[in-house]
């Protein structure tokens, strides 16, 4: 029986943490959930999921939906789009079985590219590859979760760029019945009709949109900000997740930018440190722009935002005596009233 491959490449940087990483988790295990019901997809569809932080890997290896077990998905820091690309080509070139002479190879495969932002590193030369070398051979569906990607760069790998907005509570239960009703139409069109290309759903235009990639874009800069803490007693590491809000400046016609707290997480230690970047970030960002006070995530301590002069976060009880858990330094720690800056990750 021929296979119709289907890759996730998903961008599982910092900046995904919460509800994105959540709900993509969730909308896997529900397409797979969907798929094991539908006689076309249990007969051909093969799917694999590949994340893509500061470093990219297979995080479950191309296997029928029978056996597909929805996997944990990690975060990393950075967003390198370029070592995506590079594995999910690898990865194409090791699984995917060719037609010959005597033998009827696996159907086009699938990719669909989720992202929420712009890449951290220069995916010029891996794009160039795609282009050179892949370009037709997988049907790839770019999809950008939010307005923060870089649209241009998407098109030039994809003619199929959409837009998903997350504007209502169900909108993500309706994107993924969209990608499940693609796969399926699309598996149906294989088996019965014997005919390769994508079969997209219908595009409910409130939830999913058609992108034009030459379109003028206005970027929003900076639109999370995400720090790396340790917890004091635990030792482990969380995330800090901020999102930019505004507010009236008390100037006519001008607003104030901030971030506004989206939530702290617990993170998984080795996961975290494999997928993110070698590269060191230097950004910084005064504790004046952060609005809303985060507990610790692993054992409560009610602050979470506290500084070394190593410059590690890490979280305390109060004001005291407390050690670092980045550099074992010990001191007394005090409130300031007056603002610095603090470490921010690639995101």
């Not at 037609?99 to 794009?127: E, N």
Request: glycine residues 8%; charged residues 25%.
């Amino acid at each position: 029986m021929r296979r119709l491959p289907i890759y996730f490449l998903v961008d599982i940087s910092e900046s995904m943490i919460g509800e994105p990483i959540d709900q993509v988790q969730e909308g896997i295990s529900t397409i797979v959930r969907e798929l094991k019901k539908d006689p076309y997809s249990l007969e051909t569809v093969w799917i694999s999921v590949v994340g893509f932080a500061g470093e990219a890997e297979v995080i479950t290896p191309l296997q029928d939906i029978i056996s597909f077990y929805p996997p944990k998905i990690p975060v990393g820091s950075g967003t390198s789009l370029a070592k995506g690309l590079f594995k999910v080509m690898d990865c194409i070139d090791k699984d995917i079985v060719k037609t010959t002479y005597d033998r009827k190879g696996d159907w086009k495969p699938l990719v669909f590219l989720f992202t929420d932002g712009v890449p951290t590193d220069d995916a010029q030369i891996a794009i160039e590859k795609w282009n050179k070398n892949y370009h037709g051979k997988p049907n790839t569906i770019a999809i950008s979760i939010g307005e923060n990607t870089n649209y241009r760069l998407l098109g030039s790998l994809s003619d199929n760029v959409l837009l998903f907005n997350n504007n209502s509570e169900n909108s993500y239960k309706e994107f993924f019945k969209w990608v499940t009703d693609s796969i399926k139409t699309t598996s149906q069109s294989v088996t019965e009709a014997n005919k390769e290309g994508i079969n997209l759903s219908k595009i409910d235009h409130s939830i999913l949109e058609k992108v034009d990639p030459e379109a003028l874009q206005k970027f929003p800069d900076n639109n999370f900000v995400v720090l790396n803490g340790k917890c004091s007693e635990s030792k482990k590491p969380y995330l800090i997740k901020y999102k930019k809000a505004f507010t009236d400046s008390g100037i006519a016609g001008m607003q104030t930018r901030y971030y506004r707290l989206e939530g702290t997480y617990k993170i998984d230690d080795a996961s975290y440190y494999r997928l993110s970047s070698a590269q060191k970030s230097s950004q910084k960002i005064s504790v004046e722009e952060l609005h809303g006070a985060p507990s610790c995530p692993h054992c409560a301590n009610p602050i979470a935002l506290a500084t070394c002069s190593c410059g590690g976060i890490h979280c305390l009880k109060g004001e005291g005596y407390n050690e670092c858990p980045w550099c074992g330094t010990g001191d007394h720690y005090g409130f300031s009233s007056e603002g610095f800056d603090i470490n921010r990750t690639l995101g």
